[in-house]
């Protein structure tokens, strides 16, 4: 595995697993016990995804020590301001079984984010987290925040997947000294993603996969992402990608797949703003 520092000198696993649309407990802890077998050290979940208990129960069967898994959760919209923070920070602990959290992260821009970064700066210096952060900050959203905060995020996790870079995003996050870090890696395999002929014959050409090429060209553009899966065989694919590199001929071609280059990001939509405004947990 290969670490990142973050801005505050935390280092966190550049390949981690991802447990989105998990919600059936007994399905998410077998595949956190798997992926944590194959030696997966990073768990992303959030209040949203109804699985922080079944994460606590894989962590702690797997005999490893906490401090070896690195562990991030997020707080939902109807959960952000000062005093829902606090509460469900303390949820997401008692849920995981820990008196701490790696990374806690702000999961969508929207409601009180000012109420809840100043708890989250508080349970930071408190050492209750070791990182905070944000999710799905576009490059406005990022910068009126940053500017405006004793604590700057240590990341900001996005959509990122070769059709959808997000330049202009990884540019303001790299200004900022904020990490990057990419949210369903492979575009939930849709717009035929594993059929895409470029990714092919770069995946033929290093006798690698299509996921493991994504995988391995986010890791060489310092991005930090987190797959998900059910299949083991398939957890251990998208590990194995520390033992090659992608050229330059490779990443030009992958940078060439963009559809979206001057896409500031999903949360500028009014209706979109609305549907994640009226969504309570």
């Given at each position: 595995?290969?670490?990142?520092?973050?801005?505050?000198?935390?280092?966190?696993?550049?390949l981690?697993?991802?447990v989105?649309?998990?919600?059936?407990?007994?399905?998410?802890?077998?595949?956190?016990?798997?992926?944590?077998?194959?030696?997966y050290?990073?768990?992303?979940?959030?209040?949203?995804?109804?699985?922080?208990?079944?994460?606590?129960?894989?962590?702690?069967?797997?005999?490893?020590n906490?401090?070896?898994?690195?562990?991030t959760?997020?707080?939902?919209?109807?959960q952000?301001?000062?005093?829902?923070?606090?509460?469900?920070?303390?949820?997401?602990?008692q849920?995981?079984?820990?008196?701490?959290?790696?990374?806690?992260?702000?999961?969508q821009?929207?409601?009180?984010?000012?109420?809840?970064?100043?708890?989250?700066?508080?349970l930071?210096?408190?050492?209750?987290?070791?990182?905070?952060?944000?999710?799905?900050?576009?490059?406005?959203?990022?910068?009126?925040?940053?500017?405006?905060?004793?604590i700057?995020?240590?990341?900001?996790?996005?959509?990122?997947?070769?059709?959808?870079?997000?330049?202009?995003?990884q540019?303001?996050n790299?200004?900022?000294?904020?990490?990057?870090?990419?949210?369903i890696?492979?575009?939930?395999?849709?717009?035929?993603?594993?059929?895409?002929a470029?990714?092919?014959?770069?995946?033929?050409?290093?006798d690698?996969?299509?996921?493991?090429?994504?995988?391995?060209?986010?890791?060489?553009?310092?991005?930090?992402?987190?797959?998900?899966?059910?299949?083991?065989e398939?957890?251990?694919?998208?590990?194995?990608?520390?033992?090659?590199?992608?050229?330059?001929?490779?990443?030009?071609?992958?940078?060439?797949?963009?559809r979206?280059?001057?896409?500031?990001g999903?949360?500028e939509?009014?209706?979109?703003?609305?549907?994640?405004l009226?969504?309570k947990?």
């Amino acid at each position: 595995m290969e670490y990142k520092t973050l801005n505050n000198g935390v280092q966190i696993p550049k390949l981690g697993f991802g447990v989105w649309q998990l919600f059936d407990q007994n399905d998410c802890q077998k595949a956190v016990e798997e992926a944590i077998e194959t030696g997966y050290r990073l768990i992303d979940t959030a209040a949203l995804y109804q699985n922080e208990e079944a994460v606590g129960r894989a962590i702690k069967s797997s005999g490893l020590n906490r401090e070896d898994v690195f562990v991030t959760s997020k707080a939902w919209i109807s959960q952000l301001g000062y005093e829902a923070t606090r509460k469900a920070f303390e949820d997401s602990l008692q849920k995981l079984g820990t008196d701490y959290l790696d990374l806690y992260l702000i999961h969508q821009p929207f409601g009180d984010l000012y109420g809840a970064w100043r708890a989250m700066e508080e349970l930071y210096k408190e050492g209750r987290v070791r990182a905070i952060g944000v999710s799905n900050f576009s490059t406005g959203r990022l910068a009126d925040f940053a500017l405006q905060q004793e604590i700057i995020p240590a990341i900001n996790q996005i959509e990122l997947h070769p059709y959808k870079q997000h330049p202009l995003i990884q540019a303001a996050n790299d200004l900022f000294g904020t990490a990057t870090q990419a949210w369903i890696p492979f575009n939930q395999g849709k717009d035929d993603i594993f059929k895409d002929a470029a990714l092919n014959s770069i995946a033929e050409k290093h006798d690698k996969t299509v996921a493991q090429v994504i995988l391995r060209w986010q890791v060489q553009n310092d991005i930090l992402t987190i797959p998900k899966s059910v299949h083991k065989e398939r957890m251990q694919e998208n590990s194995d990608i520390f033992n090659f590199q992608l050229d330059q001929k490779d990443l030009d071609q992958i940078k060439s797949l963009d559809r979206f280059p001057d896409n500031y990001g999903p949360n500028e939509d009014p209706q979109r703003i609305k549907h994640l405004l009226d969504y309570k947990i």
